[in-house]
């Protein structure tokens, strides 16, 4: 395997002509005198594109390390649970609903993570996360009955995971200009990383030490190294002004905004499938609980490497583009690879490959929405998101243990289902989607005589209308025209 509510107004990652003196440029020829910034006012509130800013990147990368990189080591608890009566009268279907309650209520929280964020800072915001968090791990140690369970590795580690991830997520973007997609990328790939490392260490301790040590050493380990970040994190809300905003349900009436919780939806059920299942495939087809672990920690090593290249690209061909290919890419692979690995070598190909794509979503959420929306209504666009998202994130990985079979492949229709998952998202949403965001650029071109390349960093950073009355082309030529989106 391994992205709120946020700060926002930072949080799409600029391209090349982004900069202090193009943003004064743009600001100069696309805005009315009257919303123009003063020239001064602007160079003061310019990201330092670096300086603590890389600080910043290191503490949220370590923070993602130990909250969807913690999370991510669910799937060999998973396993544990599936082959050990550790929980007497315990079905399947019950410990499948805790690894996707751990998900869901991260998002589910993050309203009120926003609002503690603008009545209280960032620091406060993270350290409610770190305590929650410990106190579900260490909490989980004592678990006897599922109920508890439920309690404690699903909803109270939850609630920590989604304050850390709320009040980290939109720190880093205020910090950079055109290093913004590469700062985010080294970010987010601390959950690939840190699921790498937790793979292997919960399934040595589980081994080692036993279930309920192994809970215990990660709460230790996630309160100090939370703890620690922290502290040394810094936002800079007052210096570009962020707000946090409430819901705007008017985005419903948007069939393009419909398509982006399309895409996340679809994605978020493969994507759950894939991250809780795949260690426990790997012991279905006769490997060891240890090659599991080891499985699912390169499923998690791709993500950690695949999430800043796919920053890096996203900002040279076109974010939408990027996002809707890699991610149908995610589900041939499924579907192509999975269903046909049947030993170690094959599956840990796979592992690698998927897991650089997996996450896509993840790390293109919010410079994808940004096109779609525009900055000014991003923050409501995600918030209502993660909450859409609360459904796939809790019933995902039940509706792969119940499509699992009795004999043969017991996870082919699972394996099936995920790779469809991926390509509706991408090949459907995303597509259509697209198609979308080449008509408004015509759009806005014709408005203002330019051809649509011209326009396109405009409209990404939000200095135009998302919806247009200029001319456009036809929907099925706008499906099959290529332009950078």
């Not at 809300?237 to 895409?263: H, M, V």
């Not at 279905?284 to 290249?309: K, M, T």
Request: charged share 10%; net charge neutral; hydrophobic share 50%.
């Amino acid at each position: 395997m391994s992205s709120s509510p946020h700060p926002v107004s930072e949080l799409l990652p600029a391209t090349e002509e982004t900069g202090p003196e193009s943003n004064l440029d743009r600001t100069t020829a696309g805005q009315d005198a009257d919303v123009a910034q003063p020239v001064e006012k602007q160079a003061v509130d310019s990201p330092p594109n670096g300086g603590y800013g890389w600080i910043c990147v290191l503490c949220c990368f370590w923070i993602n390390a130990h909250t969807w990189g913690i999370n991510s080591s669910y799937g060999i608890f998973l396993q544990f649970y599936l082959d050990n009566d550790q929980y007497p009268g315990a079905s399947a279907l019950q410990f499948a609903f805790v690894g996707g309650l751990s998900i869901s209520m991260s998002l589910l929280v993050s309203p009120a993570a926003t609002t503690t964020t603008r009545l209280y800072g960032t620091r406060v915001t993270l350290l409610i996360g770190v305590v929650f968090e410990a106190l579900a791990l260490i909490g989980a140690s004592f678990a006897h009955e599922t109920w508890q369970l439920f309690l404690s590795q699903g909803v109270c580690f939850g609630w920590g995971m989604g304050y850390l991830f709320v009040g980290s997520v939109g720190v880093i973007p205020q910090w950079f200009t055109t290093k913004r997609s590469f700062a985010n990328g080294i970010a987010t790939a601390g959950s690939g990383i840190g699921g790498l490392m937790y793979n292997l260490a919960t399934n040595a301790m589980i081994q080692s030490l036993g279930v309920a040590w192994a809970f215990r050493i990660l709460g230790i380990l996630a309160f100090t190294v939370n703890l620690i970040c922290a502290l040394l994190i810094k936002d800079r809300n007052k210096a570009i002004g962020s707000s946090q905003l409430a819901f705007d349900y008017t985005l419903f009436a948007r069939p393009e905004y419909l398509l982006l919780l399309g895409w996340g939806f679809f994605s978020m059920l493969g994507y759950i499938v894939l991250l809780f299942s795949l260690p426990s495939y790997a012991t279905s087809i006769g490997l060891s609980p240890r090659q599991g672990s080891i499985v699912g920690a390169l499923l998690n090593l791709g993500q950690g490497i695949g999430r800043p290249c796919v920053g890096i690209f996203s900002d040279s061909a076109g974010r939408i583009n990027i996002a809707g290919f890699l991610t149908v890419i995610a589900g041939l692979f499924c579907l192509v690879i999975w269903i046909f690995a049947k030993n170690f070598g094959v599956l840990v190909f796979f592992a690698l490959s998927v897991g650089s794509v997996s996450g896509t979503f993840w790390t293109t959420v919010a410079p994808v929405g940004a096109e779609v929306v525009g900055l000014k209504e991003l923050p409501s666009a995600l918030s209502i998101l993660w909450l859409v998202l609360v459904l796939p994130a809790t019933f995902a990985e039940a509706i792969a243990l119940q499509l699992r079979q009795k004999t043969g492949n017991i996870y082919l229709h699972a394996q099936i289902f995920t790779g469809l998952m991926y390509i509706v998202a991408g090949g459907v949403c995303m597509w259509f989607l697209r198609a979308w965001k080449v008509g408004q650029m015509e759009s806005i071109a014709a408005e203002e005589g330019n051809s649509p390349a011209q326009i396109g960093v405009v409209v990404a950073d939000g200095h135009h209308p998302t919806r247009s009355k200029g001319s456009k082309s036809h929907v099925i030529k706008r499906l099959c025209a290529w332009k950078r989106v």
